[in-house]
Nanobody, 125 residues
Framework: VQLAESGGGLVQPGGSLRLSCIAS????????MGWFRQAPGKERGGIAC????????KYIDSVKGRFTISRDNAKDTLYLQMNNLNPEDTAMYYC???????????????????WGQGTQVTVSS
């Protein structure tokens, strides 16, 4: 299984970025997918998860109304649209397959989750 994230970069506060994650080696449409992030000195945590058919999504409170997770099963691709970014969003962002939707944490990995290598998002003026 390979998950390849892209779309990170440096953006000013209030700006937007769209992350993508292209999956290969798994039946993409058969698994819940999620985005996680890890800031310097902090543990990696869930941001948002989306169900297999894209109908259901869960978010952590700090990104609700600003971030939108979506997927295109025909393209084996997961997306994260991030708007109104602030410096607290600075982190390495990872996509993961085989995750659980959570109303509390947004997304929890299963023991057999697959991970990408991550893409860096830096929000700074």
């Amino acid at each position: 299984v390979q998950l390849a994230e892209s779309g990170g970069g440096l953006v000013q506060p209030g700006g937007s970025l769209r992350l993508s994650c292209i999956a290969s080696g798994l039946t993409f449409g058969g698994w819940n997918m999620g985005w996680f992030r890890q800031a310097p000195g902090k543990e990696r945590g869930g941001i948002a998860c989306i169900s297999t058919n894209g109908v259901t999504a869960k978010y952590i409170d700090s990104v609700k109304g600003r971030f939108t997770i979506s997927r295109d099963n025909a393209k084996d691709t997961l997306y994260l649209q991030m708007n109104n970014l602030n410096p607290e969003d600075t982190a390495m962002y990872y996509c993961a397959a085989k995750v659980l939707l959570s109303g509390r944490t947004g997304c929890d990995p299963t023991p057999f989750a697959d991970w990408g290598q991550g893409t860096q998002v830096t929000v700074s003026s």
